[in-house]
């Protein structure tokens, strides 16, 4: 079984932490990730901008496709997927969430 794996976002001007990514394989094809940033930092662009590298990387992994969780009422992070065309699909189970997918190739 993989293990969830953790990125500290390091902003390069100052080298400090300002965020994490979470990758938690599904399966060999799919896995479902999660991005947080320290408020200070958010509506400044590195959503889009790790979101676009970590989409490469994932791909460059072999994964098909990208699953992410949102809290329905986090707006911001669900224009941000919606923006980089991430799918809106029914899920049941974390009735909280939207669930979004994007399928890389």
């Known amino acids: 079984m993989e293990l969830n794996i953790r ?32 408020k200070k930092y958010w509506r400044q662009g590195y959503g889009t901008e790790v979101m676009n590298l970590m989409s490469e990387y994932l791909k460059n992994l072999n994964y098909k496709k990208i699953i992410g969780l949102i809290k329905k009422e986090n707006i911001p992070s669900i224009k941000l997927v919606e923006k980089m065309n991430y799918k809106l699909v029914k899920q049941n189970k974390y009735p909280e969430f939207h669930q979004y997918e994007k399928r890389i190739v």
């Not at 390091?10 to 599904?26: A, C, H, M, R, V």
């Open 7 to 38: 990125y500290g976002i390091i902003e390069k001007k100052s080298n400090e932490l300002i965020g994490t990514y979470l990758i938690t394989p599904i399966s060999d094809l799919n896995c479902m990730v999660g991005c947080s940033f320290g």
